[in-house]
């Protein structure tokens, strides 16, 4: 079985993001593997220990993915596509999934797992359009893969009212739940043998296509500004007889709040 994952770099939303003038602000910025991706990694490389699958993941970004490719080298990944093309820099889902398409196209794999969505984004579409762009299979939300024979597997998902079993006619794509595994820390011997592992780096023109032919031209959707959250009010805590704080709290709900 071929098996190629999706990797994303993402901001680390866990850290204080702020955002001025409609931009977020690169100063203290920390970046990571998107989080659903890391699952992903760890899928494909449970299924490579369970059953000899082979595994490649290829990253879309400019040169310091690097750094998260290898992290995946130490999860225990076999080859890395780093596709790096400045052309890409703002473009939208459904261009990087035509881009995925060619990787896909260009190593006859058998399944594609990829995070579920996207942590800084949430949009959760490429993976799909993927699927939809290619005419093959696709499951969302999966917590469980099971192979039944060279041509099949099996997978669990959340759906909206339980765990949903389908079986899946391969070649397919599936977006995996954080629910599906807990990924590996990588051991000290994975890490150092990682550093030697060759990444095959190339832009469009290598992937054999053009920004335009994947769609980038004429974008579908585009983030045109970015707001920041806005912050609660602090509480305010009443001591006192039950009767006293009863009587304090209506009267700010009828008279400062204005709900009664």
Known sequence: MK????????VDVELNIHVENGAILDKGLQYVINAWDENAVEAAV?????????????????????????????MGIDNAIHIDDPALAKADSPTFARVLQK??????????ITGKQ????????????????????????????????DS??????????GTEILDVTLPA???VSDGINEP?????????????????????????????????????SEIVEFMPTEKRKGGQKFEGEPAEVT?????LLVNEAKVL
């Open 184 to 220: 590996r820390l990588p051991a000290m011997r994975g890490i150092m043998m990682a550093k030697k592992k060759k990444i095959n780096v190339m832009d469009l023109a290598g992937l054999g296509t053009s920004f335009e032919d994947v769609g980038g031209t004429a974008p579908t």
């Open 118 to 149: 996207a942590q800084d984004t949430d949009a959760g579409q490429a993976g799909i359009m993927l699927a939809q762009f290619l005419n093959i299979p696709c499951v969302s939300n999966v917590i469980k893969i099971e192979v039944t024979d």
């Open 247 to 251: 009587a304090k709290v209506v009267d």
């Open 173 to 175: 794509v599936i977006t």
């Open 46 to 74: 449970q299924l490579k220990e369970s059953h000899k699958a082979d595994t490649t993941l290829v990253s879309l970004g400019s040169g310091d993915n690097t750094d998260i490719i290898r992290k995946c080298y130490a």
């Open 103 to 112: 990787v896909y196209e260009a190593g006859d794999y058998d399944l594609v």
């Open 152 to 161: 099949h597997i099996q997978v669990s998902r959340l759906g909206d009212a």
């Open 3 to 10: 098996i190629l994952t999706t990797v994303k770099k993402v």
